[in-house]
Each structure stands twice: as structure tokens, then as C-alpha cells.
């Protein structure tokens, strides 16, 4: 790779050897990359090269495994040895400095064991974590769902069980051992490229790669039932990110769910690609992340050593998290999750604003779009005040092309969203008969072809990212409350609705979530621009003064909605609800349609 | 929501006749008195601002405002002096009206505070609210310096002799587009107003009744019910009872804006005669402070 490249053997607890590679910038923070089973260090390859720019990387065989060496017994595999070896590479490659590591598969069960012992975190600075989980924690994640058998949770257990298939197998006398050695070896490549769609690189020749299979068996054998059965309670201080792969065939997303119980510190990432995808297709990617990570918590080991004094290590300088810290002296914690770009329609009011600036209170960058510029610029200037980075643009949502070059524009200065608010909405009111054409058309477009046109606009980049995200569609309690007089909203938002769903089930396999929210009588500036159809324009006038006042006197501030988008955010919500009548409305109409269509004759808006 | 036509709730003249205004009911020396009550107030707000520390708490912050106002020669109040710090001066989590009330929050350096108080003498009245900051807070120069398109807007909107609820409708609509949140509607009436006259000379002075002095009352009740019956309020707020042109006479004006944390105001005397309108006063420290940027 580069002319810094370094072998050398470090010794194990037992004396075991281990086989260290080091490479990249000797100046730069270490990084230690722990690999998997039935790999080698090898497996690293496109991360290593990448991260080699800036950093210091160090990979070793773990035991068992390429170079490193070999116990016999079972029990020489247990977590305790494996994280033993991983400390001793650690104080040999970086004996002042805490190192950040950087682990798959096996070596993310492991390396678990080295993060979660106590004082952990004055050796390791940052874990990242890829596709294995702590044992001990996953005893915890089973107990509980089997003490609490929702069908929701039993539906968790049943999925990773049918990922966990070959973990029985390994158990069997014999079995696997034998695959191994009678065919599966020569054919893994095929095995990668067919089951998992990688193109795999033959990085040993298949005896070895038999030998290395057969001995990690033992992996299994000498942890899986004792740390499942008999879980033990396993916290740490040092700050953990997860890649979650929406498409790992062996660990599903599901069992980091609460991991923030044992890591508080913690980072969610999700990569769509498999189990061994992330590192041979998306090496870049995870380099990227990681390097993001380490560059937040770089430095914190000598914080950590001099904190009790007081002290802060001058010679290095302020590291980017004191700096934060700076940031944030009012209090406001750490960011609790990678700094997110949100897109929002219709950000210059009501709960495209109250929006806006709850994503700004958390930290996120935000891009606002409206039709009407200076309001926009507005929010921009109020999330200024929160500490926001936020930028505004003028669109009309319902002009494709606009906001098909306006995406390329955001995506070009600002990078892809992770999160896009489908915001924008006109207010109609009128029955059928009296709703004219262009009444129609001017709804259609706004409510349903906006929200489309946001949703492929944006959600293609999501997609061709690869990284996940979330699509939020404002829809309205309407969507499923028929009304005489709201036939054209109640369309559109009807379509919002269902589109939303649809979506939903076609972005799932590549980690992009969607939500469609239902909020009911808010309180915003929907109503001050409301048309009516079949009224003059004093009628118009009047009757907008009546429903605003009625919305007023309701007084549901657009802040709670705001609450309810970022909650379906964080707890992936499919359909929600948010004021008392929008929920009422959803349960009577599925107690009595009928009630329902009754009501829609009433003439109440 | 509803087609039927709803002349009820239009602007247009009702199906009563108009009332004919009453006559603006002060002379020139009265609004000199008024003035001059308006400064003292002012100058009382001031004074407790400076002397304003982090560690104060409202009780002693309303304690000195209403020592200083007596010093200066107050015989009574139209209500006792008031004092807001931190998340409160934007009525934050108020359910009762004794949450108004001075409490015993402790001013800290970043903070922002309101002072409201309303002194009577001689049966004059004033009616002011002060808003201040210790050290720093980006929030509070932001509002402060939009506190006075709301100045202007009103002035605007009742020098064209708008019905009341519209041009409480009005700054309702600016405090949309700015992005702030109305704070006047937790007052009792949702009122951004209210009527000011001279108090009668009945009743013991100084003494308080909820909050309000014991003359205040009386007028107050007087004053609702008589204009009650000519189909006005002298309190201005956004429901039907405002649906009037402005009463000639003084009204105290209080828009209190709120953005997170942060609650301001200013409140003012706004002269209102039969065909004109204006600030009793512009040489008021906010006024000032635009003035200067």
C-alpha cells in the first residue's frame, strides 16, 4: 500500500503472537481494525487504504486466524482472551495514546468485551462498531422480549432467530468442521458473490482459509450459550457508533435497539448493504464515517487523565470536542447523533418553521425551502439564533423540474439529506360541485404532486447514497376523514397518505424510512390563505376569518407537531396522529366506518 | 365551516347604527399630567434596571420598583408593580394567574427581565412595561429591535380607525411572520390593551385587591360596564367585544412577543381622538434605543 508499511509481531497474554500490520500517517490518531470470522486483516483492505490518508492504521489476525497464532483448545477462545489480545495490540502499537477502534463481525463481539470492561475508556477513545453485537448484551434484548412478548418484540425475536440459523449449526458435532473442509472452503467466493453479492478477493489460499474457518468455530462453541444464558451487565463510557446494515443476512437492525441502555454515548449510522458489503463495496463509506467519529472524540484521552485535576492538556491544543463543548456551555449536551441535514417544505410558516427550528435545537444543518424567499430567510435567521447552520431557497413544490434542480443544487453545496420534511400545503374548502378546475388542479399540485416531486427528487439521492434517511409527508387527519365540504384537500391528503405507504414498503430495503403524519387542527397561517370555492372575495375574506378564529380558539400550537416529526423520526412511527380529534377521528373510523360516512355529510369543515 | 353567508361576521357596518364616538375626554393639561406620570414610571423602571444583578430575585426587583415609585410621590396603583426574569418574562408554563405574580427566581447573568408597574397620582395613571437583559442573549436584541414595526403597526392600524380584534389581528399576523409567539393572550382577556382613565377619588388609595388597586377596580367596573352597554370594551383583545374603531381616550398598549425562552415587551400610552391617533410620548427608553442603531 504505502512505503510506511510495518509488520511486526506483538505478544498475547499466553505469549501468543499476534500479527500487527501499520500503516498510514505516523502522526496521525491510531485506529485499530479487528476483523471478523472467517476473515483475516485482509478484509480491510479499501477501509484501511482510505483512513491511511490521516490516520495511523493498525490491523492484526486475531487469534486462530492468518498469521496470528493458533491455540488448540476451546476454551483459548474465549471473549476475555480475544479482548486480552486486543489491549495488548493497543499498549504495543500506542502505548500513551488511546487508540480508536474499528471492528466487524467477530471482531465487533470482541472488541464489545474490551469496550464494556471497566476504565475502558482510558484505552480505547471511540468504538465503531459493524454487524456484532455484545453477547452479553443481546442475553439482555432476549430476556427482555421474552419477558414482554408484544408482537412486536416477539417479531424481533422471530427475525433474528431465522438470522441465527448457522449458529445452531456450528454447534453440532462435526458438522461444520467438515463443510469447511470438503468444499465450502474452495467455493466461499461463490458463496460471497451468490449469498451475499459481493465480488470477494481470494486473499489466502482455500486450505488456509479451511484452517482458519475450523479453528473460529471455536468462537461460537466457547461464547454463544454462556453469555446468552447467563448475560452479564456490561455498560461503558466510551463513545460507541453502530453501522447498521439494512441488509446483514446475520444480525438484524432490531438488536441495537436500546443499546443507548449500555452505551449512552451513542451513534446510529445505518449503511444498505450486507453483512460483508460494508467493508469490499462500501470501504469508502465506513472510512468516512469513521473518520467523522473519531475526529468528534480525538482527544479525549488526556481530558479523561487530567479531568480530575482540572487540567486541560495544552500542548495538543483544543481538541474539535472541547471546542464543542465550548460550543454548547449552555448546557446542551454533546451531539447525540451524527450532525443531520434536514430538508424542509414550506419552512417559512407554521409547522414547516416550528419544525425547522426543533431539527435546529438538536443540532441538525438544515436546508429550508419556501415559495416565498424572505420567509424562509426568516427561519433561516431564527435558527441562527438556536445555533443552527440553515440555508434558505425559493421553490414552488409542485414544479418538477425546479425541484429536481434544486435538489442537485443542495446536494452539490450541501450534501445529501437525511432527512426531508414534505411540508408545503394550501387549505381548500368547497364541495364538489362548486370546486372548479383550476381549484383542483392548484390543490392536486400543491399537496399531492409536491410531495412527490419532494420525494423523488430527494429520496433519489437518499437511495443512490446508500446511507438510509427519512422522508417525512405532512398528510392531515382529513386523509382519512371524509367531509363534504374538503373534497379536493381530503384528496390530496388522501394521496399523501397512501403514497406515504407505499413508499414506505419499496424504500425499506435500502435502510430510507418514511412517515406520514396526521396532525388535525393546528394552529398556523394555513388558514389565512385557505381558498373557498363557490364564495366572492368578502365571503372568502369572512369565512377565513371564521375558520382562523376557530383554529385559534383550538390553539394546537405547531410546536407539538413539530414534537410529533421528530419523535417519528427517532422511533421510525409509520402513521401518526397528533392532535386528540386526528386520533379520535382514526379509531371511530375504524370502529364504524359507517359513523364516519355519516359524518361526512354534516357540512362542517 | 360553513357556506352559509355570514353577514353577521363581516367587517361591514352592523344593523345597529353606529354610535356616535364619544368625545376625546382630556385636555391638553391632562395629557401634560399623563406625560409626565408616564416619564416618572419610566424613569422608576429604569433606575431599578441599573441597579438589576444577577442574585436578585423578583420579589426584592418589584419591592424596589414599587419603593422607588412611592419615593418619587405614587399614592396608589392601578396594579402593584410586577417583575419577570429568565422564561418568564414569556409567561412560560403559567396555569394560574398568581403565577404573575413576583416569585422568588433568581436573575442570572445571560438573563432577560420585564418590569411592569402602573402608578396613580392625582387620579392619573400610567401604565409602562420595561424590558431588560443581564449580559448577553442574542434572542432578546433580536426581538427588541422588531418590538418596533409592532409600534408602528398599530399606530398605523388605529390612526385608520380599524376595529380593535383586526388590528390585534394584525399584530398577530406580524408575529407570524417574525416567528414569535404571542404572549399578551396569557394576560386575563388575552388583551394587548386596555382602556386608562382617571381613577375616582372613592376608596381607601394604596390599597390592593388581587393584585389590582381598590380605585382601579371600581373604575374598571364602571368603565366595563358603561361601555358594555355602547357596545365597546375597554379592554382590547381579539374576541367580539373589540369588534369597534378605536374609543377616543388613552389606552395602554402592551404587545409582549415571545421566541423560546425569551418574553418582551414594551407598554405605552396611545392617544386616541375622535379622528386621530398617536404615542403620548416617543422620548421612552426603547424608543430611544431603535433610535441609536
Known amino acids: 500500500m504505502t512505503s510506511r508499511q510495518q509488520h511486526l509481531t506483538v505478544a498475547g497474554p499466553s505469549g501468543l503472537p499476534l500479527s500487527v500490520h501499520i500503516e498510514g500517517d505516523p502522526d496521525g490518531p491510531t485506529v485499530v481494525l479487528v476483523h471478523g470470522y472467517p476473515d483475516t486483516h485482509r478484509v480491510w483492505d479499501d477501509v484501511a487504504a482510505e483512513l491511511a490518508a490521516d490516520h495511523r492504521v493498525v490491523l492484526y489476525d486475531v487469534r486462530g486466524a492468518g498469521d496470528s497464532g493458533r491455540p488448540a483448545r476451546v476454551r483459548d477462545y474465549r471473549l476475555e482472551h480475544l479482548a486480552d489480545d486486543l489491549t495488548a495490540v493497543a499498549d504495543a502499537v500506542s502505548p500513551d495514546r488511546p487508540v480508536h477502534v474499528v471492528a466487524h463481525d467477530w471482531g465487533s463481539i470482541q472488541s464489545w468485551e474490551a469496550v464494556t470492561r471497566p476504565g475502558a475508556e482510558q484505552r480505547i477513545a471511540s468504538y465503531t462498531s459493524i454487524s456484532g453485537p455484545c453477547l452479553d448484551h443481546v442475553g439482555h434484548w432476549a430476556r427482555h422480549r421474552f419477558a414482554r412478548p408484544t408482537p412486536r418484540h416477539l417479531a424481533q425475536l422471530a427475525g433474528q432467530a431465522a438470522h441465527s440459523w448457522y449458529i445452531v449449526a456450528f454447534h453440532l458435532p462435526g458438522l461444520a468442521p467438515l463443510a469447511w473442509q470438503h468444499g465450502l472452503a474452495t467455493r466461499w467466493d461463490t458463496v460471497l458473490r451468490v449469498v451475499e453479492g459481493v465480488s470477494a478477493r481470494s486473499d489466502r489460499p482455500a486450505q488456509q482459509l479451511a484452517g482458519d474457518a475450523v479453528r473460529g468455530i471455536a468462537l461460537y462453541r466457547a461464547n454463544m450459550l454462556p453469555r446468552l444464558l447467563n448475560p452479564g451487565r456490561r455498560p461503558t463510557r466510551v463513545p460507541v457508533q453502530t453501522i447498521t446494515l439494512t441488509r446483514d443476512n446475520y444480525v438484524s437492525p432490531a438488536l441495537t435497539e436500546g443499546l443507548e441502555r449500555w452505551a449512552p454515548e451513542l451513534w446510529r449510522r445505518t449503511l444498505a448493504t450486507g453483512h460483508w458489503g460494508a467493508l469490499l463495496e462500501k470501504g469508502t463509506t465506513v472510512a468516512r464515517m469513521v473518520r467523522e467519529f473519531a475526529r468528534l472524540h480525538d482527544g479525549d484521552a488526556s481530558d479523561a487523565s487530567t479531568a480530575d485535576g482540572g487540567v486541560r492538556g495544552g500542548s495538543g491544543g483544543r481538541s474539535p470536542r472541547d471546542r464543542l463543548a465550548a460550543h454548547h456551555e449552555g448546557g446542551t449536551p454533546l451531539p447525540r447523533s451524527p450532525r443531520r441535514l434536514v430538508v424542509l417544505t414550506g419552512a417559512g410558516s407554521g409547522i414547516g418553521r416550528a419544525t425547522a427550528l426543533a431539527f435546529a435545537d438538536r443540532g441538525a444543518e438544515l436546508v429550508l425551502l419556501d415559495r416565498d424567499l424572505e420567509s424562509a430567510e426568516r427561519t433561516v435567521e431564527l435558527a441562527g439564533l438556536l445555533g443552527a447552520a440553515a440555508h434558505a431557497y425559493q421553490v414552488d413544490v409542485s414544479d418538477g423540474p425546479a425541484m429536481d434542480a434544486l435538489a442537485a443544487e443542495v446536494a452539490a453545496e450541501h450534501g445529501v439529506p437525511d432527512v426531508l420534511v414534505n411540508n408545503a400545503g394550501v387549505g381548500h374548502s368547497g364541495g364538489f360541485l362548486e370546486t372548479t378546475e383550476a381549484e383542483w388542479r392548484r390543490v392536486l399540485d400543491v399537496n399531492l404532486w409536491g410531495v412527490i416531486h419532494g420525494c423523488r427528487a430527494f429520496g433519489s439521492l437518499m437511495a443512490a447514497r446508500g446511507e438510509g434517511g427519512h422522508i417525512v409527508n405532512l398528510a392531515s387527519a382529513a386523509a382519512y376523514l371524509p367531509s363534504r365540504m374538503l373534497t379536493a384537500y381530503a384528496t390530496s391528503k388522501a394521496g399523501v397518505s397512501m403514497l406515504s405507504d407505499c413508499l414506505r414498503a419499496e424504500l425499506a430495503g435500502q435502510g430510507i424510512k418514511v412517515s406520514a403524519i396526521y396532525p388535525g387542527i393546528v394552529n398556523t397561517n394555513i388558514t389565512r390563505s385557505t381558498t373557498f370555492s363557490g364564495l366572492d372575495d368578502s365571503e372568502q375574506s369572512a369565512q377565513r376569518r371564521r375558520v382562523s378564529g376557530l383554529y385559534a380558539r383550538r390553539n394546537f400550537p405547531p410546536e407539538k407537531v413539530a414534537a410529533a416529526i421528530l419523535k417519528a423520526v427517532a422511533d421510525d412511527r409509520p402513521f401518526v396522529p397528533v392532535t386528540v380529534e386526528a386520533k379520535a377521528g382514526r379509531l371511530l373510523g375504524r370502529l364504524s366506518p359507517g359513523l364516519i360516512r355519516a359524518a361526512a355529510r354534516l357540512r362542517m369543515g | 365551516m360553513t357556506t352559509a353567508p355570514t353577514t353577521a361576521e363581516s367587517t361591514a ?255 405605552e400610552l396611545l392617544v386616541v381622538t375622535e379622528d386621530d391617533a398617536y404615542w403620548l410620548d416617543d422620548d421612552l427608553p426603547h424608543v430611544r434605543r431603535w433610535e441609536q442603531k
Open chain 2, 13 to 267: 357596518p352592523k344593523s345597529t347604527p353606529p354610535k356616535s364616538p364619544p368625545a376625546f375626554p382630556y385636555t391638553p393639561e391632562d395629557l401634560d399630567r399623563f406625560r409626565e406620570l408616564q416619564q416618572l414610571a419610566y424613569r422608576c423602571a429604569e433606575s431599578v434596571a441599573e441597579w438589576l444583578a444577577p442574585g436578585v430575585t423578583e420579589r426584592e426587583a418589584a419591592n424596589r420598583l414599587r419603593q422607588e415609585l412611592v419615593r418619587a410621590g405614587v399614592q396608589d396603583f392601578f396594579h402593584i408593580p410586577f417583575a419577570w426574569f429568565g422564561d418568564r418574562t414569556a409567561f412560560r408554563h403559567f396555569r394560574t394567574p398568581l403565577q404573575f405574580f413576583a416569585g422568588g427566581r433568581k436573575l442570572e447573568e445571560g438573563m432577560c427581565f420585564v418590569l411592569d408597574c402602573a402608578p396613580v397620582v392625582d387620579g392619573y395613571t400610567a401604565d409602562i412595561g420595561y424590558a431588560g437583559k443581564v449580559g448577553d442573549n442574542p434572542i432578546w436584541d433580536m426581538i427588541a429591535q422588531d418590538l418596533r414595526e409592532y409600534r408602528e403597526l398599530i399606530l398605523r392600524e388605529v390612526k385608520a380607525r380599524r376595529p380593535l380584534n383586526e388590528v390585534y389581528g394584525a399584530v398577530d399576523a406580524l408575529i407570524a411572520k417574525h416567528g414569535y409567539d404571542n404572549r399578551h393572550r396569557v394576560y386575563p382577556g388575552r388583551v394587548i390593551g386596555h382602556q386608562v382613565t382617571k381613577t375616582v377619588q372613592r376608596g381607601p388609595a394604596g390599597v390592593n385587591l388581587f393584585g389590582f388597586g381598590v380605585r382601579t377596580l371600581q373604575t374598571l367596573g364602571r368603565e366595563l360596564v358603561s361601555e358594555r352597554i355602547q357596545g365597546r370594551s375597554p379592554l382590547w383583545a381579539d374576541g367580539r367585544s373589540s369588534q369597534h374603531p378605536p374609543t377616543p381616550g388613552l389606552w395602554a398598549v402592551e404587545p409582549h412577543l415571545g421566541f423560546r425562552d425569551v418574553g418582551l415587551k414594551f407598554e
